[in-house]
C-alpha cells in the first residue's frame, strides 16, 4: 500500500486525493452561497423598485390595483401571505445597492440581509465588521443582532458562552520590550485585540490608555472584555 505524507501525516495515496479533492468540491458550495446572497440581493431591488412604480401608478389612478397585483405575485412566489415577509424583502430591496459591495461577506439567509439592511440604514460599519472577519457567509443571525446592538449602543454586548467552551479557551501572556511606549504596544495589538476570538483583555493601565488613545469611540467594543 503506497503512503502519501501529508500535514505531517502517514495517509493512503487513494485517500489523500479524495482529501485533496475536497478543496475543489467545496468551491462551488462557496460559489453558491456567494451567488445566493447576491441574487436576493438583486430581486429585493428588482421588487423594490417595482413597489415604487405600483405606488405611483395607483396615486396616479387613484386606485390599489398595482399594489395588489405586486402582494399577489409575492404571495405566489413565496407560498406566503405574511405581511412581514413582504416588508422584509422590501427593506432588503431598499438598502440594496449598499449591501451589494459585500455580497460576498454577506450570509445568504432573508433574516440575515434584513437586519444588516436596517444595520445599513442606522450606518452601520458593515465594511469594518467585513475586514474584522465578523461577517461572513457563516455569521450566524444571532451574531449579526449582537453585533447590530453593539453598533447603537457602542458598548459590547455580552456573549453566551456554554461549558464546553469555556475550558476551550486559550490564554496567552506577552512580553514587550521595555524601550517600546505604551502607544507603540497598543498599535502592536490594535487587530488582535479587536478581533471577535478575543474573550478577555488583561493588561497594565498605561496600555488600555494607549488602546483607548488610538481606538477613541471604537475602544467601547472592548469595554466587556477588559480586565485590567
Given at each position: 500500500?503506497?503512503i502519501v505524507k501529508?500535514?505531517?501525516?502517514n495517509?493512503?495515496?487513494?485517500?489523500?486525493?479524495k482529501?485533496?479533492?475536497?478543496?475543489?468540491?467545496?468551491?462551488?458550495?462557496?460559489?453558491a452561497?456567494?451567488?445566493?446572497?447576491?441574487?436576493?440581493?438583486?430581486?429585493?431591488?428588482?421588487?423594490?423598485?417595482?413597489?415604487?412604480?405600483?405606488?405611483?401608478?395607483?396615486?396616479?389612478?387613484?386606485?390599489?390595483?398595482?399594489?395588489?397585483?405586486?402582494?399577489?405575485m409575492m404571495?405566489?412566489?413565496?407560498?406566503s401571505?405574511?405581511?412581514?415577509?413582504?416588508?422584509?424583502?422590501?427593506?432588503i430591496?431598499?438598502?440594496?445597492?449598499q449591501?451589494?459591495?459585500y455580497s460576498?461577506?454577506l450570509?445568504?439567509?432573508?433574516?440575515s440581509?434584513h437586519?444588516?439592511?436596517?444595520a445599513?440604514?442606522?450606518?452601520?460599519?458593515i465594511s469594518?465588521?467585513?475586514?474584522q472577519h465578523?461577517?461572513?457567509p457563516?455569521?450566524?443571525?444571532?451574531?449579526?443582532?449582537?453585533?447590530?446592538?453593539?453598533?447603537?449602543?457602542?458598548?459590547?454586548?455580552?456573549?453566551?458562552?456554554?461549558?464546553?467552551?469555556?475550558?476551550?479557551?486559550?490564554?496567552?501572556t506577552?512580553?514587550f520590550d521595555g524601550?517600546?511606549?505604551?502607544?507603540?504596544?497598543?498599535?502592536l495589538?490594535?487587530?488582535?485585540?479587536?478581533?471577535?476570538?478575543?474573550?478577555?483583555i488583561?493588561?497594565?493601565?498605561?496600555?488600555r490608555?494607549?488602546?483607548?488613545?488610538i481606538?477613541?469611540?471604537g475602544f467601547?467594543?472592548?469595554?466587556?472584555k477588559?480586565?485590567?
Open positions: 500500500m503506497a501529508a500535514r505531517s501525516r495517509l493512503d495515496t487513494g485517500f489523500n486525493r482529501l485533496m479533492r475536497l478543496e475543489k468540491d467545496w468551491q462551488p458550495v462557496a460559489e452561497a456567494v451567488a445566493f446572497a447576491d441574487a436576493q440581493l438583486q430581486f429585493a431591488r428588482k421588487l423594490h423598485q417595482l413597489w415604487e412604480e405600483a405606488r405611483e401608478l395607483d396615486k396616479e389612478a387613484e386606485s390599489d390595483e398595482h399594489k395588489i397585483a405586486v402582494k399577489e404571495q405566489n412566489l413565496l407560498n401571505a405574511d405581511e412581514s415577509i413582504f416588508s422584509r424583502w422590501q427593506t430591496g431598499k438598502f440594496a445597492d449591501l451589494q459591495p460576498a461577506s450570509p445568504p439567509v432573508r433574516d440581509l437586519l444588516l439592511a436596517q445599513i440604514k442606522e450606518k452601520a460599519p469594518r465588521w467585513v475586514k465578523k461577517l461572513t457563516e455569521t450566524p443571525f444571532k451574531e449579526i443582532k449582537l453585533l447590530r446592538t453593539e453598533a447603537k449602543t457602542g458598548k459590547a454586548a455580552p456573549r453566551k458562552k456554554s461549558k464546553a467552551s469555556e475550558h476551550r479557551v486559550h490564554k496567552i506577552l512580553s524601550e517600546l511606549s505604551s502607544n507603540e504596544i497598543a498599535k495589538l490594535l487587530e488582535v485585540v479587536q478581533s471577535a476570538s478575543i474573550v478577555k488583561v493588561s497594565d493601565a498605561s496600555i490608555q494607549g488602546l483607548k488613545s481606538m477613541r469611540d467601547s467594543t472592548l469595554e466587556g477588559y480586565h485590567g
